[in-house]
């Protein structure tokens, strides 16, 4: 597996853990795949390395001599695949049967799609299968000028997974034949219930994730709206609070964010915190909460599987199509960040779910079981052309 930016992401932790697992359950040994990080030292961090072999990619910037180096070379042979082959050379002690790029939004990025693509081809041409698992794609990017290379190399692929329908009916559109719709393999992810903190009441505290991506894509008036949520909450409901963050990277750090939140409230009696632990354990505590508002995807995907009533901050396709794969529509579920105009707007969408959050939780309760089981296919997938590999 590759494209894996490293578990300070927990929805990249999720994404892996549960794809292993998947394998793992199949007959396939830990020991026998590898996943290609950029962070090798945040997955062993999150133990992520008990559950497959963890390679560290090769940092092209990691020195002045070797930069110039590649780029003298790459001059010369015209090889455009020359960076990739150097970041990817510590996996290549092995022969691969399957290359899977792991999904998630990475092609929802146009500074990433060049290298998406080179590593597919890559891979191809060292005649290894390669797959793309749960992937999410703006429409958009597959129509108009342009998108005929992002279309061919995703017509590549032997196996293309997408993980809601939107993504599926425009890859489907674009003529992507060797696909197959699955909800996020995370879901399938087993939580781990530590002792709850001190001021996390079971079954009676409202989770929160804000991500600094959100507030970026946001308008001006997201940080405000989500404050006024959590002061209403902590003024005419009896819930307390839980910061839960989900990124925890030096550059992205959901904690921030979250830190401003907790700063503002200035109710430490009713209002926490929650460290950084794995994926998880994270979900375990998602698991326990009465309801949960997030921003970040996987952090939303937690609370779903866990049938906790949940309003989504989303900020691209996969919010408001994974909301509308489940429960029918994206109304009342999903608050747009860019739609964001006034302080209360959050506030109403909340208090909508409020109301029906007994028929929320009843709902998630009799679907998560059968949409979990879903999920599973991409493992599903994968082990199927490996066993076409084998024999």
């Not at 890559?122 to 703006?138: D, F, H, P, Q």
């Not at 354990?281 to 997030?294: A, D, H, T």
Request: glycine letters at 8%; proline letters at 5%.
């Amino acid at each position: 597996m590759y494209a894996h930016g490293g578990s300070g992401n927990h929805g990249c932790e999720a994404i892996v853990d549960s794809l292993c697992t998947g394998l793992s359950q199949r007959g396939i040994p830990a020991d026998s795949i590898t996943v290609l990080s950029n962070s090798s030292e945040e997955d062993r961090e999150y133990g992520l390395d008990r559950k497959c072999r963890i390679i560290r990619e090769r940092s092209v910037n990691s020195s002045f001599i070797t930069h110039s180096a590649l780029y003298m070379q790459r001059a010369l042979t015209r090889d455009d695949e020359l960076f990739l082959k150097y970041r990817y050379a510590p996996a290549m002690d092995r022969d691969y049967d399957l290359a899977v790029s792991i999904g998630g939004d990475n092609y929802c990025y146009p500074s990433m799609v060049p290298d998406l693509i080179r590593g597919n081809l890559m891979w191809k041409n060292k005649g290894v299968k390669t797959m793309l698992a749960g992937c999410s794609i703006e429409p958009e990017l597959l129509k108009g000028e342009g998108a005929g290379a992002l279309i061919d190399d995703l017509k590549r692929y032997d196996a293309v997974t997408a993980r809601e329908s939107v993504t599926y009916n425009a890859l489907r559109d674009a003529g992507i034949t060797r696909l197959y719709r699955f909800p996020d393999p995370a879901f399938t992810l087993r939580p781990e219930r530590e002792p709850l903190p001190e001021g996390f009441l079971h079954g009676n505290t409202l989770g929160v994730n804000l991500s600094e991506m959100a507030m970026e894509d946001g308008t001006d008036k997201l940080f405000p709206a989500v404050l006024t949520v959590l002061k209403y909450v902590l003024k005419e409901t009896d819930m307390n609070i839980c910061m839960i963050p989900h990124v925890v990277w030096k550059n992205n750090d959901d904690r921030r964010p979250l830190k401003k939140l907790y700063d503002e409230l200035g109710d430490p009696g009713r209002v926490i915190m929650l460290p950084d632990h794995s994926a998880r354990v994270q979900k375990g505590f998602i698991s326990r909460l009465r309801m949960f508002m997030g921003a970040r995807t996987h952090s939303v995907i937690a609370a779903y599987s866990e049938g906790v009533p949940t309003l989504a901050l989303g900020y691209s396709v996969k919010a408001s199509a994974i909301a509308k794969d489940i429960f029918g529509k994206e109304e009342n579920f999903v608050v747009p960040v860019q739609m964001v105009n006034d302080s209360d707007d959050i506030l109403k969408e909340f208090q909508k779910l409020l109301d029906q959050e007994n028929g929320v939780r009843t709902f998630l309760s009799d679907q998560m079981p059968d949409y979990i089981k879903m999920a599973a296919g991409t493992a599903d997938v994968m082990a199927a052309i490996l066993g076409g590999s084998h024999g």
